[in-house]
């Protein structure tokens, strides 16, 4: 069966540090593979996803992820984190029309 | 702008109430979806619609009904509602089942039930 897992609820990172969420998947066939961010009170913003090709994908606002079919893992990462980085951010595999989301990982920045 | 938009952005009503919620994607897919997101759960997928047939209904009570007149349009009418039942509801639409589809939310409605 499908299934994600975030395996950090929440992360706490200072202002202008790198950033590293991660993300395994469950999937018997070719994954697809994406990133949303949710601010408070707002709805999932997709941040940028993999398909095929390069696994080394970019996204909006500076994010990339990297894809690693022999670790089974899509983790996300930012160079420099910004306080407006703050958010809830989920991972999800996509096969049609069904969705498999994380559990999400809390994004706390300091300053 | 995602391209899907929900009406309204906040709701309150009480459990004898009946009200709707909307939804509306401007993305000419063929799937739409209601997410249920309640505080520290994960999110629930509700329903799935694809070309107005709904395809998926994941034993959501039968107070919350979802009706789909075209691609473009999703509903959620709510009835007799709990306090348990104050969420954030996410709408979301895909292309619909071909491998490599991307799924895309609305702003959400927040629902509280009194």
């Known amino acids: 069966a499908q299934s994600v897992t975030q395996p950090d609820i929440h992360i706490t990172v200072s202002e202008g540090a790198s950033l590293e969420l991660r993300c395994n998947y469950s999937y018997g066939a070719t994954p697809y593979l994406f990133w949303y961010v949710q601010s408070p009170g707002q709805g999932l913003q997709l941040l940028l996803k993999y398909f095929s090709g390069d696994t080394l994908v970019q996204g909006i606002k500076g994010f990339e992820a990297e894809f690693k079919r022999s670790q089974s893992s899509f983790n996300l990462r930012k160079p420099s984190v910004h306080w407006s980085d703050a958010a809830e951010y989920f991972c999800?595999?996509?096969?049609?029309?069904?969705?498999?989301f994380g559990t999400g990982t809390s994004l706390t920045v300091i300053p | 702008e995602t391209g899907v938009t929900q009406t309204p952005r906040h709701l309150v009503m009480g459990m004898t109430n009946k009200k709707s919620l909307k939804c509306e994607q401007h993305?000419?897919?063929?799937?739409m979806y209601w997410y249920k997101q309640s505080a520290k759960k994960p999110l629930e997928l509700m329903f799935v619609?694809?070309?107005?047939?709904?395809?998926e209904n994941n034993s959501v009570p039968s107070r919350f009904s979802p009706e789909c007149p075209n691609s473009s349009h999703l509903f959620l009418h709510l009835h007799t509602l709990q306090p348990e039942d104050s969420a954030l509801y996410l709408c979301?639409?895909?292309?619909?089942?071909?491998?490599?589809?991307?799924?895309?939310f609305g702003e959400g409605s927040w629902l509280t039930v009194v």
């Open positions: 979301a639409s895909s292309q619909g089942d071909s491998d490599g589809n991307t799924i895309y």
């Open positions: 999800a595999v996509g096969t049609g029309n069904q969705f498999y």
């Open positions: 619609y694809n070309f107005k047939e709904q395809t």
């Open positions: 993305l000419g897919h063929n799937a």
